[in-house]
């Protein structure tokens, strides 16, 4: 079913308030228009409920329509929803509506602790648990034109459909396996990221700016904020304002005047109105204080022995996480693993003494991570424990070191 008309769906929303207020569960996609564009649009929301022994569900075009009564129950915190890789969906909510969603499943991530691998696709979570082939041949319709087909529709509404029983099928292992609260820390970190407003001073840090000195990245840094600031004032995304090249090119030539500037490749059709609060940008960043200057990345070179104990901490944490049953790039990232590395090696060489305190706010080291492998990786690091193949499994694996 399509919603286009106010009365339909403040109809459909009033029989979903009665479904969840029973503790029905509630499954929502949504289709959007991101490319050429800042904002993502809304384009379609497709939401389902299951109810009397059956379900409710409908596809809503959103254009001209008030949605803060569907909004509301995607806030409530008293109502499970379930999404399937909701990242997108969260922050599209959030960043266009002010939606804040709460007590989200994301099946995803579940699957990701049952041994259904790093973020699985949602057809190929359906086939292997529901034994239901999805159609794939709508992925990259235009969800913004109008009218919408039948078979778009139909397209649009399997993707809350399947939820419902995957839900269930992760749920009910997730807790036979005494996992669903490691579940439950991944959701809401995911939920608070979709929040996360990112500072215009720091888009900078997107464009790669290695090899630039300090004060090529202070002028790197203003240019970058300001053209933030244009393209959300457009609606457009950055690189159409001013191309990635260009803004780097800019930060290492530090253009004084519009000649200057049109002479930069990318930059000749600049309207004159940008073209000079990027000079202003340029300015302001030189006649900045020195030590307010980003640190330069060039010329660093990374601990030679970090390479090497990442390296050992990947054994362990590869091997750990194939004998958990859980996606190794979803227990332990590279990144988390060097940052681990990084951080005991500075903590280590603080004192004249082994000191075996590591910072706390470390992912690796938190809540199910630190539980099933990042407290045993310090172990390891500070020498209370060695590497050993397990008779068992084969696999390598944690002892402690009797030496």
Request: net charge negative; proline share 5%.
């Amino acid at each position: 079913m399509l919603i286009s008309r106010q009365a339909e769906l403040d109809s459909f929303v009033q029989k979903l308030q009665v479904a969840t207020k029973n503790g029905a569960p509630l499954a929502f996609d949504t289709e959007f228009l991101s490319e050429k564009r800042y904002f993502a649009r809304l384009c379609l929301v497709q939401v389902l409920a299951p109810i009397d022994g059956g379900v409710i569900e409908a596809a809503i075009d959103p254009f001209d329509l008030d949605l803060s009564a569907l909004f509301a129950l995607i806030a409530d915190p008293n109502i499970t929803k379930i999404v399937h890789s909701g990242s997108s969906d969260l922050q599209i909510l959030w960043q266009s509506f002010g939606i804040e969603a709460k007590n989200v499943f994301d099946t995803q991530i579940a699957a990701a602790f049952l041994g259904y691998g790093h973020q699985i696709g949602y057809a190929d979570m359906v086939r292997k648990i529901t034994a239901t082939n999805l159609s794939k041949t709508m992925q990259y319709t235009d969800w913004s034109a109008r009218p919408l087909s039948d078979e778009q529709i139909e397209y649009a509404l399997a993707d809350v459909r399947y939820l419902p029983p995957v839900y269930a099928q992760l749920k009910g292992e997730l807790e036979r396996r005494n996992r669903l609260s490691w579940a439950i820390t991944e959701f809401e970190r995911g939920e608070k990221k979709a929040v996360r407003v990112m500072d215009d001073a720091e888009s900078y840090k997107r464009l790669n700016p290695s090899g630039l000195t300090r004060k090529q990245l202070a002028v790197l840094r203003e240019i970058a904020k300001v053209r933030e600031e244009m393209a959300r004032a457009a609606d457009k995304p950055p690189s159409f304002i001013v191309p990635d090249l260009a803004v780097l090119q800019m930060a290492r030539q530090q253009p004084k005047n519009l000649s200057d500037l049109r002479a930069i490749r990318g930059m000749p059709g600049i309207p004159d109105q940008n073209a000079k609060r990027l000079l202003d940008a340029v300015k302001v960043a030189l006649e900045s204080d020195p030590e307010s200057w980003p640190a330069a990345r060039s010329g660093e070179r990374p601990d030679p022995r970090l390479e090497s104990i990442v390296a050992l901490l990947g054994v362990v944490a590869t091997a750990r996480a194939t004998a958990q049953d859980v996606s190794r790039n979803y227990l332990a990232p590279r990144d988390a693993l060097f940052d681990l590395a990084n951080d005991w090696l500075k903590s280590h060489e603080s004192n004249s003494t082994k000191n075996e305190e590591t910072p706390e706010e470390l992912a690796i080291l938190q809540d199910w991570r630190g539980e099933i492998l990042g407290r045993d990786l310090l172990e390891l690091l500070n020498g209370n424990a060695v590497i050993a193949l397990d008779k068992e499994t084969g696999l390598p694996d944690l002892r402690a070191n009797s030496s």
